[in-house]
């Protein structure tokens, strides 16, 4: 009998991926496997594609993928879960037609969300940051940078009853933090004005809370200027590229709290994304203005460089697996 096959993409050297023919993986015991429709890009998934010195090719099938959505295809033995039944993976290969899950990394997706794309792990990601941040009611917070988290999470802050400041290089993503709940918008483009620009929008309190979501050094030098006294920094961006350098003497100066708020308790993980797929099925958070680009699993390379790239108008890139473009 031959073995089934499927697509997966292969990261083959830097900047380099291949649409490979593997044989579709069997569940064992305590296995779930998914027939997966989409897979979300991630920011992170941007510097092991261009190559770190510690990389080795070629990659896993279907690795990099962390943002799965699809449909329970096959369960091992001692799962009870029921093949059919629409989930959301918090499994790691999913650039790929088929991946394999343990059943507590799989979310029962909600009936409202029947048929539309719900990469989990990110929505997830900015319900933990929100929570670490604890926003309170009228308080000012600063978000950097309103790409997808950052969007999201400024979303949560004015629902919580926070006032937003959101600060953007790019128009487009200063008009969405305007529509997620934004009071005011400021673009990122110099250093000192946008710190003048806060301290007059706070009457030169600066903000009790800054979330940084875009994972560089600039932006967590501006976040250090912008957290007023007692207040609280929250480092939302995913800091992979190397060592960062921080001003320990304005944060012993101002005494704020520094939290990394990327959660690795995998109990912590899937509860954000349970909350996260419960706000979209509510409308209380909207996914579509979200995921703005959409690629087949054979342009995946692309779909990376526009990650990279961010051209006007994008947030969140997507991965179809039904359609190869």
């Known amino acids: ?11 083959t050297g830097p900047g380099t991926i291949e649409l490979a023919r593997v044989p579709v993986p069997e569940p064992g015991p305590g296995q779930v496997r998914v027939a997966l429709e989409g897979c979300g890009v991630c920011a992170s998934n941007v510097e092991p594609w261009l190559g770190q010195p510690w990389s080795t090719w070629p990659g896993e099938p279907g690795g990099l993928g962390h943002e799965g959505w699809g449909t329970i295809d096959a369960v091992g033995d001692g799962v009870d ?3 059919g039944t629409r989930v959301a993976t918090l499994s790691g290969r999913s650039f790929a037609e088929y991946d394999l899950a343990a059943p507590e990394q799989l979310i ?3 009936e409202p969300l029947d048929g539309q794309p719900f990469p989990a792990e990110p929505f997830g990601c900015a319900v933990n940051v929100a929570a670490r941040a604890d926003f309170q009611p009228r308080q000012w917070v600063a978000v950097i940078g309103a790409g997808f988290i950052g969007a999201v999470v400024t979303r949560l802050a004015a629902q919580a009853g926070a006032r937003v400041i959101a600060i953007s290089r790019r128009a ?11 009071e005011v918008t400021v673009a990122m483009d110099d250093h000192w004005r946008i710190i003048e620009a806060v301290r007059t929008i706070t009457g030169d309190e600066l903000c009790p809370r800054v979330v940084e979501c875009v994972g560089a050094q600039w932006p967590l030098d501006l976040a250090t200027e912008l957290v007023g006294f007692g207040g609280r920094l929250v480092v939302a961006g995913y800091h992979q590229d190397g060592p960062r350098q921080v001003n320990m003497q304005a944060w012993n100066w101002k005494g704020i709290d520094v939290i990394n708020a990327h959660e690795r308790d995998p109990a912590v993980q899937r509860r954000g994304a349970e909350r996260a797929a419960e706000a979209v099925a509510s409308g209380e958070i909207a996914a579509e203005p979200l995921l703005t680009h959409r690629f087949g699993l054979d342009r ?3 779909a990376l460089a526009a990650t990279r790239d ?14 190869m473009l």
């Open 1 to 11: 009998m031959t073995a089934r096959t499927m697509h997966a993409a292969v990261l």
């Open 81 to 83: 879960l029921v093949p």
């Open 108 to 110: 029962a997706l909600p």
């Open 172 to 182: 487009s993503s200063r008009a969405l933090a305007r529509t997620m709940g934004a």
């Open 300 to 302: 995946l390379g692309e």
């Open 310 to 323: 961010k051209p006007e108008g994008f947030v969140k890139a997507i991965v179809d697996l039904g359609v």
